[in-house]
């Protein structure tokens, strides 16, 4: 089975604090994704990265940044926590193989900023 | 840029009855993948049904099945005999084929929560 772990599932911070929310899969997959999810507007890409140390901006990267040092993490980074980045964060990863790019996705970490 | 709608926000069924969630999408592509995902309640999010756009025969996984209508860009997901755990929220997604060098992304829609009373 594809295992997508978040380091938190719940992670209350205060405004202006430096976020980091770490992903790590364990199916030596090629990409992995970052969303967020906000009621009524679905998943949002923020950003997303197809090899090591290699990133691509997605709809919102506004706010945030991004890391992958190694294969299996991919670290989204919130410089400067705010407000309005309060939501619930999805992580995802798949192979990019085109036939079988089904994206498996980890637990979730709800974020609050206060 | 391709857009997914889901016009139903929310919907509710009977145990063992069948629901038919709804999902339209906007694109130029000729190639591409349709998803449905189900996220439960505090649990994770997992896929239902995969559709190729290339493929004429509707995708179909036990309970699940998909009305997929290409020229009217349409992708609707159908669950028969209904039952307690499908309670979730459903998301239609859209991904272009996939092309080399850069990952394959997912446009989601809004989502459609799904209520199965007894």
């Known amino acids: 089975d594809v295992k997508v772990t978040q380091s938190s599932r719940y992670l209350v911070k205060r405004t202006g604090e430096k976020v980091f929310l770490e992903c790590v899969q364990d199916?030596?997959?090629?990409?992995m994704f970052w969303y967020r999810q906000d009621p009524g507007l679905g998943l949002r890409l923020i950003y997303f990265?197809?090899?090591?140390?290699?990133?691509e901006k997605g709809d919102i990267p506004e706010g945030y940044s991004v890391s992958r040092e190694k294969k299996e993490r991919f670290s989204l980074i919130l410089e400067s926590a705010s407000t309005n980045q309060t939501s619930m964060y999805l992580c995802?990863?798949?192979?990019?193989?085109?036939?079988?790019?089904?994206?498996?996705f980890g637990p979730g970490t709800r974020l609050t900023v206060l | 840029a391709q857009t997914v709608t889901q016009s139903q926000p929310e919907m509710s069924v009977q145990e063992a009855e069948t629901v038919t969630l709804s999902c339209t999408y906007d694109?130029?592509?000729?190639?591409?993948?349709l998803f449905w995902y189900k996220q439960p309640p505090s649990r994770q999010m997992i896929l239902v049904i995969r559709?190729?756009?290339?493929?004429?025969q509707n995708a179909t996984e036990n309970r699940f099945s998909v009305n997929f209508q290409k020229a009217a860009k349409s992708f609707s997901l159908k669950i028969s005999d209904s039952q307690l755990g499908d309670t979730a929220m459903y998301f239609c997604?859209?991904?272009?084929?996939?092309?080399?060098?850069?990952?394959?992304?997912?446009?989601f829609g809004t989502g459609t929560r799904l209520q199965v009373t007894l």
């Open positions: 995802a990863s798949s192979f990019a193989s085109g036939s079988t790019d089904t994206q498996y």
């Open positions: 199916m030596d997959h090629e990409n």
């Open positions: 990265s197809y090899d090591v140390k290699m990133k």
């Open positions: 694109t130029s592509e000729n190639n591409y993948y």
């Open positions: 559709q190729e756009a290339y493929k004429q």
């Open positions: 997604a859209f991904m272009k084929h996939y092309i080399t060098g850069t990952a394959s992304k997912l446009t």
